[in-house]
């Protein structure tokens, strides 16, 4: 009998609420401090989100209900499909006992897999009376995201983007703009955030950082404006929930659990939302898999950051939360993949590695590249460059087990696709792309 390789999910056994962390974390999650060092709560937050994205940023229930009008959208491009990779397996040259299986967010109108947050957020928003939201992008995935996101819910959305990404993803600023956004390259002259730091280096090529701080200035000083992060924030990774329990299911229907569950991560919400039902599948006794988040060495938050606290924005205006940190004011040098480029990461992320309950390794962008086009010759889909550090590990989880004679069974979340970064595989295929670490990055406040 020929074995299957898609696993299709009907959209009416989509699930209906996304999984919250927050009660399962193996420690509380510490507060996080206001200007003054001292914690602060939920309402400090309230210029800048709606209410309800507050409630779930501090909410203990494990489940959270998606409101039918987010499940509406959801089900344009949700449930995403789950394959089984047999011609990569075939083409590794895999034994039996040694399979790959990914998750593929790059069929959202976005193509990753952040309008899963984008569109409960701009909804939250919306039911608020918010018509204005300002956000940062990197690559310009998250903005992409929103924009699409704004229109939808009829918001208007201001991105400020990563000049770096700006110059060398002018696509993904057009699909913005088509989808009616404003959007600035940051540093920009328009905030005191973007002109602090343009003083010191006028050829900055920015960082998240830098965005954020731009973002969020013009969202506090708007009254009628609200700000939007893409990533980091509880209710960002709850949102993205809906994935690995998507994925469970569909693990299912390939009566398949999975012995290593892989993701890449910038500031964590995309491998959270693989993982985070994972791991409480693990705590229900459910499944044994090891989850493995994957960052790039230019920017290795969890691998060799300092766990403490730290402002999640170059001008420090964001509060301070616990999480790996390579300095608020750190700025990676310009790999290609834009969304990785993020000095610290999710809370709840940096909680539960900490505790060991999640592995990270860093890895260098040729190699991911490799990975990336030898899955593109494969499977036919061209991955992002931020998917590629995930497809990196999931192969050389799959040789490791191969050449160790055992078998196993990899899970990986492809976040997108690459269509709009093929800059990045002109310099692959040029033999120009070359490696950075952690040292080539700078400091915005350099003694
Ligand atoms: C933004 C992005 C990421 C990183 O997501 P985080 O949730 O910030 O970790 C990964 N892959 C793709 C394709 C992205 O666009």
């Given at each position: 009998m020929p074995e299957r390789t898609r696993f299709v999910l009907d959209e009416r056994d989509m699930p209906t609420a996304w999984y919250n962390v927050l009660p399962d974390l193996p420690t509380p999650l510490d507060p996080p401090l206001g200007p003054d060092g001292n914690p602060i709560g939920p309402e400090a937050l309230a210029p800048l989100f709606p209410m309800e994205l507050i409630k779930q940023e501090v909410s203990t229930d494990r489940y959270i209900d998606i409101p039918g009008a987010i499940i509406d959208v959801y089900k344009t491009y949700r449930p995403s499909p789950l394959q089984r990779a047999r011609q990569l397996e075939k083409n590794l040259g895999l034994p039996e006992g040694v399979k790959i299986f990914y998750k593929y967010e790059g069929v959202s109108p976005a193509g990753s897999h952040k309008p899963n947050t984008a569109i409960a957020q701009a909804y939250f928003n919306k039911q608020e009376g918010i018509n204005k939201i300002s956000t940062e992008t990197g690559a310009g995935q998250w903005g992409s995201a929103l924009a699409i996101a704004g229109a939808l819910f009829g918001i208007e959305i201001e991105v400020f983007m990563v000049k770096v990404s700006f110059n060398q993803k002018p696509y993904r600023r057009i699909l913005m703009e088509t989808y009616g956004a404003t959007v600035h390259a940051s540093p920009?002259?328009?905030?005191n955030a973007g002109r602090h730091v343009l003083e010191r280096d006028p050829d900055s090529t920015g960082s998240l950082g830098i965005a954020i701080s731009e973002a969020v200035e013009v969202a506090a000083t708007n009254e009628d404006m609200h700000y939007s992060l893409g990533s980091v924030l509880n209710h960002v990774c709850l949102h993205q929930t809906i994935v690995g329990q998507e994925a469970i299911l569909q693990m299912e229907m390939a009566e398949a659990e999975p012995d290593v569950v892989i993701g890449c991560v910038g500031g964590g919400s995309n491998f959270a939302g693989i993982s985070y039902p994972y791991y409480y599948r693990r705590k229900q006794g459910l499944s044994n898999a090891r989850l493995v988040a994957v960052e790039p060495k230019a920017c290795p938050t969890l691998t060799a950051g300092d766990y403490r606290y730290d402002w999640g924005d170059e001008a420090k205006m964001t509060p301070q939360m616990l999480m790996y940190t390579l300095g608020h004011d750190f700025v990676p040098a310009g790999?290609?993949?834009?969304?990785?480029?993020?000095h610290a990461d999710a809370p709840t992320l940096c909680n539960l590695v900490h505790n060991d309950e999640i592995e990270a390794v860093a890895v260098h962008q040729v190699a991911c590249f490799e990975a990336a086009v030898q899955f593109a010759r494969a499977e036919g889909i061209l991955p992002a460059p931020e998917s590629s550090h995930a497809i990196r590990v999931a192969i050389d989880e799959a040789l490791a087990a191969k050449d160790a004679g055992e078998d196993k069974t990899v899970l990986f979340n492809l976040?997108?696709?690459g269509h709009f970064d093929l800059s990045a595989y002109e310099a692959y295929n040029a033999g120009t792309l070359i490696d950075y670490d952690f040292a080539s990055g700078t400091h915005v406040e350099e003694d």
């Open positions: 920009s002259n328009l905030t790999i290609h993949a834009g969304g990785l480029r993020y976040s997108g696709h």
